[in-house]
Structure formats: structure tokens, C-alpha cells
């Protein structure tokens, strides 16, 4: 098997008035395509530090990330913008939808960035909206959706490019139990059948029963790997 994802003794430190905190201490860890990660740990630990180098949304102080064959911790700010659009799915705690924009305008919204045309971008977003069940809520706003509902939407925007990677911080953690569970028989679904590659960060060990593999930070390195 390939690994879609090699983090290599990565280092990653805050400053605050000067003082640095260190938060990753020489962490490596590979992930194999079509894998389902959970990586658990106490808070502080550092989970969404990684989640966030290994979708490039940040850089780390040290250390190679690589993703598909990539090395993202050498790309510049505005590459590694336009990488992570290519790449990466995002899903959030809160969701991030965009209260002015309907469900279909929320998942099209990444989509505004490739060169499809119009009618191509149509098929893409009904396509992501009616995997994650919500075909007949196309036109509702954010308000207008239960949080479950909400994060099916944002599971929806995350998969509308197809992306490489699909990554995920604590995507249960603001719903009630059978929402929750719902978005796992997703995320589930979306790993078997369509083969994502999911890094998820979460506390919920029942959320944490669905990945094909856990792993455990404790200030800032692995443990029990
Ligand atoms: N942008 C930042 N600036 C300064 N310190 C930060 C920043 N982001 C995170 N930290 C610090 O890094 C440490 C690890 O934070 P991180 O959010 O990665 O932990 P976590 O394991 O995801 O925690 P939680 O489960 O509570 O979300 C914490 O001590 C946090 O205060």
C-alpha cells in the first residue's frame, strides 16, 4: 500500500510575547490511502496542530509533510493556498457554513475556484448534496437546518472536489447522539465506498470505533504506535 500522507519528524512551535510553546516534539506518522484515522488525545495535546500541518493550513517549524507525494511544508503561502483547494476537504466542529447562502451555494462555493462552467459545477454539488442525503434541502439557508443537517452540508462542500484528503476536527463534537451517528455512518460510507483517505480528529471514542486505525497524542508525540 501507498502512504497518501508521510509526516516526518515534524517540530511545530507557538510564539507568545516571545516565549515559544512547543506543541509537536519530532512527530512522524504515515497514513495509507483509503485509510480512516482517528486521532484521539487529551486537550492540548496537539491534534489539531497536525490536522491543520497535514492540510496545509499551517507550516510546521521542522520537519517534512508530505501529501501525495508533494512536500507542502516547502510550499510557499500562496501555493500552498492554492494546493490545499485542490486537495483537501475540510470538515469542521461548528460546520462554517455561510449564512447567507443556501446549501447549494455553500457546496458550490469551492468550486468557484476550478474552471468548471456553470452547468458542470450543477452536477458536481447535486451529486455531493445527494450522497450526503440532503438532495431535497438544496435551496434551504444554514438556519433553516438541524446540526446534523448542517454538517451533512459541510461534509457535502468537503467532498464536492473530489478531493485527495479528507480531514475532519471533531466533526460530532456540537451534535446530539443521533445526529452524531448519522455523521459517522457517513464518514464510514464515504471511506468504504468512495475510498477517501480520512484523518479525523475527535474525543468521542465512539466516533473513534469507525476509523480503521487510532492513534493517541499526548504533548505532542504519539504514543502507543
Ligand atoms: N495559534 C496558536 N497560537 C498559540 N498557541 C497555540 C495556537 N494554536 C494552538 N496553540 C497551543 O498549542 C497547544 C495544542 O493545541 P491544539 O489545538 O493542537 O490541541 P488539541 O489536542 O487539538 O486540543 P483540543 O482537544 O482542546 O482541541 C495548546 O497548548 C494551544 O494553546
Known amino acids: 500500500m501507498n502512504s497518501i500522507i508521510k509526516v516526518k519528524n515534524v517540530f511545530k512551535s507557538y510564539w507568545r510575547n516571545s516565549i515559544e510553546i512547543p506543541v509537536l516534539n519530532d512527530l512522524s506518522l504515515e497514513v495509507e490511502e483509503g485509510e480512516f ?13 497536525l490536522l491543520n500541518l497535514i492540510a496545509g493550513i499551517d507550516r510546521p517549524t521542522k520537519g517534512e ?3 501525495a507525494d508533494t512536500d ?28 447567507v447562502l443556501t446549501a447549494y451555494e455553500n457546496v458550490e462555493l469551492p468550486l468557484l475556484l476550478t474552471k468548471l ?31 446534523g443537517q448542517e454538517q451533512r452540508v459541510a461534509i457535502a462542500r468537503a467532498i464536492v472536489t473530489d478531493p485527495t ?10 451534535l446530539d447522539k ?3 451517528s448519522e455523521i459517522l455512518t457517513l464518514m464510514d460510507r464515504l471511506n468504504k465506498e468512495f475510498k477517501k483517505t480520512i484523518v479525523m480528529v475527535t ?23
Not at 452547468?119 to 438544496?138: N, Q
Not at 484528503?165 to 456540537?174: H, W
Not at 469507525?210 to 497524542?217: E, G, N, Q, T
Request: charged residues 25%; positive net charge.
Open 117 to 147: 462552467s456553470k452547468a458542470e459545477r450543477k452536477k458536481h454539488v447535486e451529486t455531493a448534496l445527494s450522497i450526503v442525503g440532503l438532495a431535497d434541502r438544496l435551496n434551504h439557508y444554514p438556519k433553516q437546518l438541524s446540526g
Open 178 to 180: 443521533k445526529s452524531a
Open 65 to 67: 509533510i508530505i501529501v
Open 203 to 225: 474525543h468521542d471514542p465512539h466516533a473513534a470505533e469507525k476509523a480503521s486505525r487510532k492513534l493517541h497524542l499526548e504533548k505532542g508525540e504519539l504514543v502507543g504506535v
Open 165 to 174: 484528503i479528507l480531514v475532519a476536527d471533531e466533526p460530532t463534537g456540537d
Open 37 to 49: 484515522l482517528a486521532l484521539m488525545g487529551p486537550s492540548g495535546s496537539g491534534k489539531t496542530t
Open 72 to 99: 507542502i511544508s516547502k510550499l510557499n503561502e500562496s501555493s500552498l493556498a492554492k494546493w490545499r483547494a485542490d486537495h483537501v476537504g475540510f470538515v469542521f466542529q461548528f460546520y462554517n457554513l455561510i449564512p
